[in-house]
């Protein structure tokens, strides 16, 4: 028991506030820590864009806010496949689906 709670610890620890998650979101490779990990894979990059701008907006944080919208406007990646995703166009599908929720638009500029 002692060995899950100390994973349950590790685990909840892994992100330390709003602003370390989003920085987390916006990282293009795995985010690890210890021994636990965060697995990012290229293909959800540019969805965790998405989900960074939303409380780098919120908390005003514009030094993030910049960043992620420079990563935004990055060359497409190649992802194992061998195709090409391009981050812009998958990401306004992407601030299409998240702006149901709270209703309202998710500008990428």
Known sequence: ???LADELR???AFVRDREDLA????EKADVI????YAWQ??????ARLVQALMPARDMHAD???MSVLDKLSSDPIVLDDGSRLNIQKSARSWAKQYAKAPGFD????
């Open 106 to 109: 998710i500008p990428l500029t």
């Open 33 to 36: 820590r210890g021994q636990v």
């Open 1 to 3: 028991m002692n060995a």
């Open 41 to 46: 894979p290229d293909a959800g990059y540019p």
């Open 63 to 65: 030094e993030l806010v």
């Open 10 to 12: 590790q685990g909840v």
């Open 23 to 26: 920085r987390a979101l916006a």
